[in-house]
């Protein structure tokens, strides 16, 4: 039985004082949840929304990580100081990373394997652009992010990870891909799990959705077999959405 999980990303939103009324307002409301609750924070406010959610369920977790201990790497940040704060998780490879800031699906490989290094678990997002799935070639482009993104990651790492499948047509514009549609594609990374790997390692890796998942529609995907969570943007930043989600 795969555990749910319900991540928030906040991306570029959200001071310190902000982040933790945010905790004030959801953590006795998810506090007897089934479900892995996860926020995904600005780098400013990581260590002390990690201070404050000690003694919760509430994971606090990087939005990305250079795949470096240390160098001159301007602006980066590295799986050394996220462990120096006590984070043990991030995102890696979310699309707004591939498209505004040169992530490749070899950077994205060299940040699996630095952050597994480094005991730092991850959530791998994947996803096609409109224009890809309008020409049918959507699991190609994500057959081919999975097999580079798991290169050289052996099978006893691979309970470190959980990926988000993210069609990117559907990230903060509205539109939702069908329940159908987001199962069908996370069936297909399921099933590419297996080739990778064995039987045991696909049903067990957790594989969520992302693209305006929100309280309207979290019932209906949760529901479908193959899709074990949200990574969700928007929704989550409000905290009474948020509680909804995780009590879906
Ligand atoms: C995301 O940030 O990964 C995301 C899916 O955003 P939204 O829920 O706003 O579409």
Known sequence: MRKPVIAGNWKMHKTISEGFKFIDDIKENVKDTDVEVMLFVPYTMLKSMKDYTDGTNIIIGAQNMHFEENGAYTGEISPLMLKDIN????????SERREYFNETDETVNKKILKALE???DVILCVGEKLEERENNIEKDVVKKQIIKAFENVSAKMMNKIV??????WAIGTGKTASSEDANEMISFIRSEIQNLYDDEISEEIRILYGG???PTNVEELMNQDDIDGGLVGGASLKADQFIELVNF
């Open 212 to 214: 305006s998942v929100k």
């Open 87 to 94: 984070v043990k998780n991030t995102l890696v490879g979310h």
């Open 163 to 168: 990926i988000a499948y993210e069609p990117i």
């Open 118 to 120: 480094h005991d730092i």
